[in-house]
């Protein structure tokens, strides 16, 4: 069989291995003219490492990143609010958490893939279904036809616009900086991931591996695309954040303005549906979430695994793997969905009084509330 698959980012390439893998042709559209190096670290939870091990690229991919094995809630004087020991759940999985630059995690799932499966400047402006298969159209007006069409184009999908023009991002009340840093020096304990909660907003330091650090800055924002914080730069925030504690303002203190990347959070509200008889829709095009959970690129990844289990169970029926993969994928990926901009929430807080009362209560959660979610997370 035959796929066009629009984008070509982690779920986009990871669909197109799962897809190859099991034989069929693949052709990724990628509307970028070119694949650069941009963007900063990501977590992939066991669960993704798992599905990445079905995909034939576990052992790549963690040698390219590097294990969190503890992740630690801060309030902003560097105080434990709650600390997780995540190898518990892990171990018994027999796969880790890991960070990993997200242009690593995009280098080795390309160099799996055949020569010649992606095409880059097609950016698509529509497409047709019927019968006999899926016409898309691209804005240097070429074409490309197959039987069926996965949309992996991200939360700005035009896949999804037009068959779901209503359901548009949703912005979550904050915005965020990310850098990838050189940290070396600060000689961060490896494996060890902090989110420090203030009154000023949050900071979150996860090490890469190799002296490499990923950091993050949330700010609460009533209005997005704020012009003040599109105004930020890095001495705007070390002053915003001057008064938390080590190492945040020495993590900022090694950045530069061009190492610093910007932009709103937003998310997508749960879809009534993913699946449209030769068209899916997956990843951010599908259930894009916030990064509360550490969850979007791991969801991605894991749809490119269950559509492979899908289509296995299905080999001679497309559509009805698609309608499978939908009634499989869309209640977790719900759930993520919900409980991420919820715990966003939280950690937004900025009253005097709720902060306190969120930090006695994060202080006082049972080990039991954190081993719930992870077992909800790490479950098949």
Same mark, same amino acid.
């Given at each position: 069989?035959?796929?066009l698959?629009?984008?070509?980012?982690?779920?986009g390439?990871?669909?197109?291995?799962?897809?190859?893998?099991?034989g069929h042709q693949v052709?990724?559209?990628e509307?970028?003219?070119?694949?650069?190096?941009?963007?900063?670290?990501?977590?992939?939870?066991?669960?993704?490492?798992?599905a990445?091990?079905?995909?034939?690229v576990?052992?790549?991919?963690?040698?390219?990143?590097s294990p969190v094995?503890?992740?630690?809630?801060?309030d902003?004087?560097?105080?434990?609010l709650n600390d997780?020991?995540?190898?518990?759940?892990?171990?018994?999985?027999?796969?880790?958490?890991?960070?990993?630059?997200r242009?690593?995690?995009?280098r080795?799932?390309?160099?799996h893939?055949?020569?010649g499966?992606?095409?880059?400047?097609?950016?698509?402006t529509?497409?047709e279904q019927?019968?006999?298969?899926?016409?898309?159209h691209?804005a240097?007006?070429t074409?490309a036809?197959a $039987?069926?069409?996965?949309?992996?184009?991200g939360?700005?999908?035009?896949?999804?616009?037009?068959?779901?023009p209503?359901a548009?991002?949703r912005?979550a009340?904050?915005t965020?900086?990310?850098?990838?840093?050189e940290a070396?020096a600060l000689?961060?304990?490896p494996?060890?991931?902090?989110?420090s909660?203030?009154?000023?907003?949050?900071?979150?330091v996860?090490?890469?591996?190799?002296?490499?650090?990923?950091?993050?800055?949330?700010i609460?924002s009533?209005?997005p695309?704020n012009p003040?914080y599109?105004a930020?730069?890095?001495?705007?925030l070390?002053r915003?954040?001057?008064?938390?504690?080590?190492p945040? $303002?020495?993590l900022l203190?090694?950045?530069?303005?061009e190492?610093?990347?910007?932009?709103?959070?937003?998310?997508?509200?749960?879809?009534p549906?993913?699946?449209f008889?030769?068209?899916?829709l997956?990843?951010d095009?599908a259930?894009?979430?916030? $990064?509360?959970m550490?969850q979007?690129?791991?969801?991605a990844v894991?749809?490119?695994?269950m559509?492979?289990?899908?289509?296995q169970?299905?080999?001679a029926?497309?559509t009805?793997a698609f309608?499978l993969?939908?009634?499989?994928?869309?209640?977790?990926?719900t759930?993520?969905?919900?409980?991420?901009r919820q715990?966003g929430?939280?950690?937004?807080?900025?009253h005097p009084l709720l902060?306190?009362l969120?930090?006695?209560?994060?202080?006082?959660?049972?080990?039991?509330?954190?081993?719930r979610?992870?077992?909800?997370l790490y479950?098949e």
């Open positions: 069989m035959e796929f698959i629009i984008g070509a980012g982690i779920g390439l990871a669909t197109a291995l799962a897809l190859h893998q099991l052709r990724v559209f509307a970028a003219a070119a694949l650069r190096e941009i963007g900063a670290g990501v977590v992939l939870g066991a669960n993704a490492m798992r990445l091990d079905h995909l034939g576990h052992a790549a991919v963690r040698a390219a990143g094995t503890s992740i630690g809630l801060l902003e004087h560097g105080q434990v997780v020991d995540t190898r518990a759940f892990t171990e018994p999985l027999g796969y880790d958490n890991l960070a990993i630059h242009a690593d995690l995009q080795v799932l390309l160099e893939l055949p020569v499966c992606l095409h880059l400047g097609k950016s698509l529509s497409f019927s019968a006999a298969g899926v016409t898309a691209f240097d007006g074409q036809q $039987p069926y069409l996965i949309a992996a184009d939360i700005r999908s035009r896949v999804r616009q037009q068959l779901l209503a548009q991002p912005y009340g904050y965020c900086w990310r850098g990838v840093i070396a000689g961060l304990p494996g060890r991931s902090t989110e909660w203030g009154r000023a907003g949050r900071f979150g996860v090490p890469l591996g190799t002296g490499q650090v990923y950091w993050f800055a949330c609460s009533a209005e695309q003040r599109r930020f730069r890095l001495a705007d070390q915003h954040f001057a008064g938390f504690h080590r945040i $303002p020495e203190a090694l950045t530069t303005d190492q610093v990347l910007w932009g709103d959070i937003i998310d997508l509200a749960p879809l549906r993913f699946d008889g030769r068209v899916l997956t990843g095009a259930h894009a979430t916030t $990064p509360n550490g979007g690129a791991g969801q894991e749809d490119a695994a559509l492979a289990r899908c289509l169970e299905h080999p029926d497309t009805a309608r993969f939908d009634q499989r994928r869309r209640p977790r990926t759930r993520i969905v919900r409980q991420s715990l929430w939280v950690a937004q807080l900025r902060v306190t969120r930090n006695a209560v994060m202080r006082r959660l049972p080990a039991a509330v954190n081993t979610q992870m077992a909800f479950a």
